[in-house]
């Protein structure tokens, strides 16, 4: 048995196909000696060969063209909203919205950003002191420049928009704590924009905020 695989050449080709590219590959196992030495070759061949192919069914989306893996599409808001200062006393209108701070994710594509956007504000009424039912809940202000992948929303556009949230605040008699959440969409947005367009058109996640409202209206 010996004599008979004393020089023996076997080359084992496995050909992997996908739905994108095949790929070839060859071991070539040189015996020498015993039948149980190719037995024991062939064994580890096979063993090889099944690894590289989970290897490759792996690799997930490639490029035709090339075979490099396809990064995954990027799928989330191109922008991240957090406080830049922490919650702040009550201003003349009788609440302060810390400044805010907006940061572009480094995996948004460039195409996925803005120069403009809009602030909207959505009230939390279910945990409101006020008189009777607050049937408005939100506040949509105008556009503001927001240069660069970082940066601050500016005080002047903070400071209306503190005086637009309480003016309706101050319209309900409401007093104490307000929750509220924010976010930035783009500059295209209606000024009576519904929840649908909203969420089309938003730039960020909702932050929440949480204020103290001092009603400055004396009859509440």
């Not at 190719?38 to 060969?49: D, G, H, P, Q, R």
């Not at 192919?53 to 989306?61: D, E, I, Q, S, W």
């Not at 572009?104 to 009777?132: E, F, H, Q, Y």
């Amino acid at each position: 048995m010996a004599s008979g695989f004393a020089r023996l050449s076997t080359w084992l080709v496995f050909l992997l196909t996908s739905d994108l590219h095949a790929a070839v590959l060859s071991w070539r196992v040189n015996l020498n000696g015993l039948e149980e030495d190719l037995n024991k070759s062939i064994v580890f061949a096979i063993t090889l060969a099944v690894g590289a192919t989970a290897f490759l069914a792996g690799c997930g989306p490639q490029d035709k063209n090339s075979g490099i893996p396809l990064k995954p599409k990027f799928t989330g808001p191109p922008y991240h909203l957090a406080l830049a200062t922490a919650p702040a006393k009550p201003n003349r209108s009788g609440l302060t919205i810390p400044a805010i701070k907006y940061t572009a994710d480094p995996n948004a594509p460039s195409d996925s950003l803005d120069k403009r956007a809009v602030l909207v504000i959505r009230i939390d009424t279910s945990s409101l002191k006020s008189k009777g039912t607050m049937t408005m809940d939100q506040v949509i202000m105008g556009a503001v420049d927001i240069p660069g992948t970082d940066g601050a929303l500016s005080a002047d556009y903070m400071d209306a928009t503190d005086q637009s949230l309480a003016t309706l605040l101050e319209e309900y008699c409401v007093k104490g704590k307000v929750k509220i959440t924010v976010a930035l969409t783009r500059s295209s947005l209606s000024s009576t924009a519904g929840d649908s367009e909203i969420d089309d058109k938003r730039l960020t996640d909702w932050l929440p905020v949480e204020l103290n409202f001092k009603n400055p209206h004396p009859g509440c």
